[in-house]
């Protein structure tokens, strides 16, 4: 059974930083992309980062670039997602999805639950 299990969200001050865990289990990350998401309160859900099987990243929102990295570890099946320099702008739920590359944008078939991230002023 396909599962997709984020965690690490929480509250921060700004200027803090956040690693956010998405653990994957019933397929192997070798062969998938993972794409991390958000989405904050009366706002549209938005593309962040992905991750390809290859371990090549793609940035989808400008305003995290330099802020924000996404990694993998195969050992443990989980990717994740390393945020510093917070912004109180950074506040929504973070999704993590399964995707078969990072370059088709509708791919994702698989979502997590989600984990809230809040960043204070």
């Known amino acids: 059974q396909v599962q997709l299990a984020e965690s690490g969200g929480g509250l921060v001050q700004a200027g803090g930083s956040l690693r956010l865990s998405c653990a994957a289990s019933g397929f192997t990350l070798d062969y998938y992309a993972i794409g991390w998401f958000r989405q904050a309160p009366g706002k549209e859900r938005e593309g962040v980062l992905c991750?390809?099987?290859?371990?090549?990243?793609?940035y989808f929102a400008d305003s995290v670039k330099g802020r924000f990295a996404i990694s993998t570890d195969n050992a443990r099946n989980t990717v994740y997602l390393q945020m510093n320099s917070l912004k109180p702008e950074d506040t929504a739920v973070y999704y993590c999805?399964?995707?078969?590359?990072?370059?088709?944008?509708?791919?994702?078939?698989?979502w997590g639950q989600g984990t809230q991230v809040t960043v204070s002023s």
């Open positions: 999805a399964r995707g078969l590359d990072c370059a088709i944008p509708f791919g994702y078939d698989y």
């Open positions: 991750i390809s099987s290859s371990g090549g990243s793609t």
